[in-house]
């Protein structure tokens, strides 16, 4: 009995480190080609780089499908040349948390291949590189693994802090000030895709905020200033070993009760747990936290 104990608490302790060291949601960017005698070879990069994160633990990947979409979305061309205003966009789409981008050049008899590491929340660059006259796949998978290396040893440098809703209602109560809070009503219709919905994780997140910025929430839509309304959708991502990814997308919209639109607003998160359903709450849940900033100070009256 005494060992099954012992062997249980090592199993617990294990398996709260795994969901502590939470993996990073990461996004590969082509790589820009410089000069000639790189043609082609920006794509290539990027794919071998993708391979050799993959395989690491601690990053989860974002589909390069999805980035292609998004990149055509944002009118972006795919050269992995991007601002930190695109930078935002690509991870708020994305829900990458890390962007990998850089450049591919030749020098004489020399390839160099330079990797920016960009915390999208922050905009702050991590760099890693290679250089020498190796095949160009073998010089792209050793930087992959010096790419992996640096994430591991200092995320930390390019990540924000973490936000609590604590932080966000203090953040808002300093925004709004003393201005008038209008009756809402707020709806969001939410979905986990392959799985039933037990209860709203976005809407709830969104009014526990609202109540607590003293807004007056009804049961009424005819009742309500301002109606809050919009849809949120959970999907599996990726698991490695007892955990799971999954991404959850929130879309806002508030109408007046002349039918002003006040406000729109989008949010993609990416969260990693056990249980696929409750992570998939919790990415709809911190959707709405990050959100909530930018969004409900269109409630109000200017």
């Known amino acids: 009995m005494k060992k099954a104990f012992i062997t249980l608490v090592a199993l617990i302790s294990v398996l709260g480190a795994a969901i502590a060291a939470e993996p990073y949601a990461t996004a590969v960017l082509p790589f820009n080609e410089k000069g000639s005698g790189v043609q082609d070879k920006g794509t290539i990069?990027?794919?071998?780089?993708?391979?050799?994160?993959?395989?690491?633990?601690?990053?989860?990947?974002?589909?390069?499908?999805d980035i292609s979409k998004i990149l055509q979305e944002l009118e972006l061309s795919a050269s992995g040349m991007v601002n930190p205003q695109q930078q935002a966009k690509i991870g708020e789409l994305s829900g990458a948390k890390i962007l990998i981008t850089g450049s591919?050049?030749?020098?004489?008899?020399?390839?160099?291949?330079?990797?920016?590491?960009?915390?999208?929340?922050?905009s702050r660059v991590l760099g890693a590189s290679?250089?020498?006259?190796?095949?160009?796949?073998?010089?792209a998978q050793q930087l992959g693994q010096k790419i992996a290396e640096t994430i591991s040893k200092q995320a930390g440098e390019i990540m924000p802090k973490t936000?609590?809703?604590?932080?966000?209602?203090?953040?808002?109560?300093?925004?709004?000030?003393?201005?008038?809070?209008?009756?809402?009503?707020i709806k969001i219709k939410e979905e986990q895709i392959g799985r039933p919905v037990i209860d709203p994780a976005a809407e709830t997140e969104l009014k526990l905020?609202?109540?607590k910025l003293n807004f007056r929430l009804v049961d009424n839509p005819e009742a309500a200033d301002v109606i809050v309304s919009g849809e949120?959708?959970?999907?599996?991502?990726?698991?490695?070993?007892?955990?799971?990814?999954?991404?959850?997308?929130?879309?806002?919209?508030?109408?007046?009760?002349?039918?002003?639109?006040?406000?729109?607003?989008?949010?993609?998160?990416?969260?990693?747990?056990?249980?696929?359903?409750?992570?998939?709450?919790d990415?709809?849940?911190?959707?709405?936290?990050q959100l909530a900033p930018r969004f409900i100070p269109n409630l109000v009256k200017k």
């Open 45 to 65: 990069v990027m794919n071998i780089i993708f391979a050799t994160l993959a395989e690491k633990p601690e990053l989860w990947l974002v589909e390069r499908e």
């Open 104 to 122: 591919i050049f030749k020098s004489g008899s020399k390839t160099f291949i330079v990797a920016k590491i960009i915390g999208t929340e922050t």
């Open 130 to 139: 290679i250089n020498g006259t190796q095949e160009l796949d073998v010089m």
């Open 163 to 185: 936000v609590t809703s604590e932080d966000t209602i203090k953040e808002l109560t300093e925004k709004l000030g003393a201005a008038a809070r209008p009756a809402l009503y």
């Open 209 to 211: 905020i609202c109540q």
């Open 232 to 281: 949120a959708i959970s999907q599996f991502g990726a698991s490695h070993g007892a955990l799971n990814s999954v991404r959850g997308r929130l879309e806002v919209k508030a109408v007046d009760k002349n039918g002003n639109i006040l406000g729109v607003d989008r949010q993609t998160t990416v969260c990693v747990g056990m249980a696929e359903s409750i992570v998939g709450k």
């Open 283 to 289: 990415a709809l849940q911190r959707a709405a936290l």
